[in-house]
């Protein structure tokens, strides 16, 4: 009888470890997972540069919104600030600030990201999600119709990234794969 | 007078052959001891030698092959030395050598499958070739409707729309990391919007038809 709960707790600690060794990520794949969620940010840029270009065809730019859409957590909120008025930040929805970035009232727009990187790095959580905060400076322009630029600001923001492994099934076969999503985009600083 | 001289020299004969018999037993008898000395002496020696060749193929101090490392332990073996050390050398050794071997096996195998992999892969590479440069085509248009163009004309190759695109983001030890699968659609427009195709075509499954079901990429 003792033996047979010996093996029983052998066999609970075999699987717990052999468990616990397959959830820890070499230093390789941890890699490659900073580098996707680097790359998702990046597609973000992509995206909001042609959302909010002036040239982008209308049906494009709502084509795109579903796509930058898709990248975000549910209820995910995107900050918005000013330079004439720094300290007032206003969130919107994912879909809103998409939306309302394609109607900006300028004839042409011009949006660019640079140095964007981790400002800390991914973390594993109890629930087995990776969280991190990914670092952005956002350089906007707005020109007039005659050419003119009338409004200029860069923004330094935080976006929250969320990184979890999933699995599907794809043509009968288990496709283990990681799923990349943004949080909230908060303002950090404006300046002109 | 005459036979007393009789007698004396049938003594001093007898007295010669008495000493002749038991000196050539005693002789006989350290012949016998030298060569049992001798033995010993050689056994010691096998058993010593027998020690170090085991000791150095168990800490793989020797630059011998696991063939020559078989010949020697099977040797060592043959002499049936009643050692407790050397029976436990002996042990320790041969399962050495059976793991060894069973190690270079695996690599070989291991080996002759990534060979196999290779060169179907080669085999395979001008086919994806044509996608690759296709995928990369749409992605380098100089206008959206250049793009579209391409994408439209891609599209025939593939079964649906939502046929799937697996991009493996990282492969080590066997295992494949995916990003989020998405469909062939989006990923067309993807490159559109991206400018830029970092990937190649790692597999392609096909329908009856030949259309493509299945489009796996790796990340460069």
């Given at each position: 009888m003792k033996i047979t709960y010996l093996w029983i707790v052998v066999l609970i600690v075999g699987i717990s470890f052999s468990a616990t060794a397959q959830d820890q990520l070499s230093p390789e794949r941890k890699q490659a997972v900073d580098s996707l969620a680097l790359e998702k940010v990046r597609d973000l840029s992509k995206y909001i540069s042609i959302i909010g270009s002036k040239e982008t065809p209308w049906s494009e730019a709502n084509r795109v919104i579903d796509r930058a859409e898709e990248?975000?957590?549910?209820?995910?909120?995107?900050g918005v600030s000013s330079i004439?008025?720094?300290?007032?930040?206003?969130?919107?929805?994912?879909?809103?600030?998409?939306?309302?970035?394609?109607?900006?009232?300028?004839k042409k727009?011009?949006?660019?990201?640079?140095?964007?990187?981790?400002?800390?790095?991914?973390?594993?959580?109890?629930?087995?999600?990776?969280?991190?905060?990914?670092?952005?400076?956002?350089?906007?322009?707005?020109?007039?119709?005659?050419?003119?630029?009338?409004?200029?600001?860069?923004?330094?923001?935080?976006?929250?990234?969320?990184?979890?492994?999933?699995?599907?099934?794809?043509?009968?076969?288990?496709?283990?794969?990681?799923?990349?999503?943004?949080?909230?985009?908060r303002v950090k600083e404006t300046s002109k | 007078m005459s036979i007393m001289v009789k007698n004396a020299s049938r003594i001093t004969m007898l007295v010669l052959a008495t000493i002749i018999i038991l000196g050539s037993a005693t002789s006989c008898r350290s012949k016998k001891k030298l060569a049992r000395e001798k033995a010993a002496a050689e056994y010691a020696t096998k058993v010593e030698q027998a020690k170090n060749d085991l000791t150095a193929m168990l800490n793989g101090s020797t630059n011998w092959s696991l063939d020559e490392q078989d010949v020697r332990l099977n040797s060592i073996k043959s002499y049936n030395i009643d050692d407790p050390e050397v029976i436990d050398l002996i042990s320790k050794v041969a399962a050495k050598i059976s793991m060894?071997?069973?190690?270079?096996?695996?690599?070989a195998e291991e080996e002759s499958l990534k060979r196999e992999e290779a060169e179907r892969k080669m085999k395979e590479s001008p086919k994806h070739q044509e996608i690759d440069d296709q995928l990369n085509s749409i992605s380098t248009s100089t206008t959206i409707d250049a793009a579209n163009k391409k994408i439209m004309l891609s599209m025939d190759q593939f079964a649906s729309p939502?046929?799937?695109?697996?991009?493996?983001?990282?492969?080590?030890?066997?295992?494949?990391?995916?990003?989020?699968?998405?469909?062939?659609?989006?990923?067309?427009?993807?490159?559109?919007?991206?400018?830029?195709?970092?990937?190649?075509?790692?597999s392609v499954k096909r329908d009856g038809l030949g259309k493509i079901t299945e489009l796996e990429l790796i990340k460069k």
């Amino acid at each position: 009888m003792k033996i047979t709960y010996l093996w029983i707790v052998v066999l609970i600690v075999g699987i717990s470890f052999s468990a616990t060794a397959q959830d820890q990520l070499s230093p390789e794949r941890k890699q490659a997972v900073d580098s996707l969620a680097l790359e998702k940010v990046r597609d973000l840029s992509k995206y909001i540069s042609i959302i909010g270009s002036k040239e982008t065809p209308w049906s494009e730019a709502n084509r795109v919104i579903d796509r930058a859409e898709e990248l975000f957590m549910t209820d995910s909120e995107i900050g918005v600030s000013s330079i004439n008025n720094p300290n007032d930040i206003n969130y919107y929805n994912v879909r809103k600030y998409f939306e309302r970035l394609m109607r900006l009232n300028y004839k042409k727009v011009e949006i660019e990201w640079y140095n964007i990187e981790y400002m800390s790095d991914l973390q594993k959580q109890p629930d087995g999600t990776y969280v991190g905060v990914i670092t952005i400076f956002q350089k906007f322009k707005g020109y007039d119709a005659e050419g003119r630029l009338i409004y200029q600001d860069t923004t330094k923001k935080d976006i929250t990234v969320f990184v979890k492994r999933k699995e599907t099934q794809i043509g009968g076969r288990l496709i283990g794969f990681w799923d990349v999503l943004l949080g909230d985009m908060r303002v950090k600083e404006t300046s002109k | 007078m005459s036979i007393m001289v009789k007698n004396a020299s049938r003594i001093t004969m007898l007295v010669l052959a008495t000493i002749i018999i038991l000196g050539s037993a005693t002789s006989c008898r350290s012949k016998k001891k030298l060569a049992r000395e001798k033995a010993a002496a050689e056994y010691a020696t096998k058993v010593e030698q027998a020690k170090n060749d085991l000791t150095a193929m168990l800490n793989g101090s020797t630059n011998w092959s696991l063939d020559e490392q078989d010949v020697r332990l099977n040797s060592i073996k043959s002499y049936n030395i009643d050692d407790p050390e050397v029976i436990d050398l002996i042990s320790k050794v041969a399962a050495k050598i059976s793991m060894e071997r069973a190690e270079a096996e695996r690599l070989a195998e291991e080996e002759s499958l990534k060979r196999e992999e290779a060169e179907r892969k080669m085999k395979e590479s001008p086919k994806h070739q044509e996608i690759d440069d296709q995928l990369n085509s749409i992605s380098t248009s100089t206008t959206i409707d250049a793009a579209n163009k391409k994408i439209m004309l891609s599209m025939d190759q593939f079964a649906s729309p939502d046929v799937p695109v697996l991009i493996i983001i990282s492969q080590y030890g066997g295992i494949n990391d995916y990003d989020r699968p998405t469909t062939i659609s989006k990923f067309l427009n993807y490159l559109k919007d991206k400018k830029q195709y970092k990937y190649t075509v790692e597999s392609v499954k096909r329908d009856g038809l030949g259309k493509i079901t299945e489009l796996e990429l790796i990340k460069k």
